[in-house]
């Protein structure tokens, strides 16, 4: 008997996807096409191959035991195809090329930037693409990552997963902002649990740095009193300049004690007030030569 197969190779990389654990929603989103036309690609890729390969459970697709086994052949597939793509790309172009680096928006201040500057003086024809990463689970790749989006992943925590390498840059003081009128204004260093008794403002959950905050204060022996909460760091800090609360934000390259959008930032004297920065990649996917050559840039001098 003969097959004649023209599967589409996006629909086989969402079906990687949603093996994984991701929504339709989640990948339709990722990948910046409509949720139908997700379920109809993986409709027909089932006509296809001649069998059901996803069932529903709750919100969530699992793989049927045809699926299980179609989806180690899928990735090697992929994975084969991928590396076509970036051999080609390499003999085209072998000084240049592009990076594709996820990351998110409290490194994207001071750390990025530091980071493509100085890269690029040694690498003048590489081109880098850069994309800003969203909330996930703690501990859980980007889907930038995990679906090729991004070659790299810069991460303010430790990222962990099947075939994800993930190895520390460096390890950012985590520092107090103050109203500059505050009574502790004038110190260069102050313990969390001398603010214990203020307002705070902090970080809408889920939130990596919000979880660290609120670790932080418990280790210092109080439960803070949230008074706002913010979508993103800059809000922060202009409600901490307003005089509503203090905070406890990422140093973002700053010298402290210094005055920062008109808050006061200083040193925290806990231990422990640092989180970790890190530099993620899948294993066994290839990377360009000038994805190679970033790698090895961040990893050696990226602290």
Known sequence: MLYRHEMDTDALRWFQLVCDGYTVTEVSDIFGVSQ???????????????????????????????????????????????????????????????????????????????????????????????????????????????????????????????????????????????????????????????????????????????ERVLSLCREAGFEPDVAYEAEDLPTVRGFVAAGLGVAVVPAQGLQVPTTFARARIVALADEGARREVGLAWVKDRPLLPSAQAFRRFVLTRGG
């Open 36 to 210: 139908p036309g997700v379920s109809r690609a993986l409709a027909r890729l089932e006509k296809e191959v001649g069998t059901p390969l996803l069932r529903r459970s709750g919100r969530v697709l699992r793989m049927t035991h045809a699926g299980v086994a179609f989806k180690r052949h899928v990735d090697s597939v992929v994975n084969h195809l991928d590396d076509g793509l970036a051999a080609v790309s390499a003999l085209l172009d072998p000084e240049g090329g592009v990076v594709s680096l996820a990351y998110p928006l409290s490194l994207g201040s001071w750390l990025v930037p530091r980071l493509v500057d100085g890269f690029q003086r040694e690498r003048a024809r590489a081109r880098l693409l850069l994309t800003r990463t969203r909330v996930t689970v703690e501990g859980r790749p980007s889907r930038e990552l995990v679906s090729r989006r991004a070659d790299l992943e810069l991460a303010a925590h430790r990222i962990r997963g099947d075939g994800i390498v993930w190895r520390r840059v460096l390890q950012e003081p985590l520092v107090l902002a103050l109203p500059g009128r505050h009574r502790l204004a004038g110190e260069e260093q102050v313990a969390l649990a001398e603010v214990a008794d203020d307002p705070f403002v902090m970080r809408n959950a889920p939130s990596k740095m919000r």
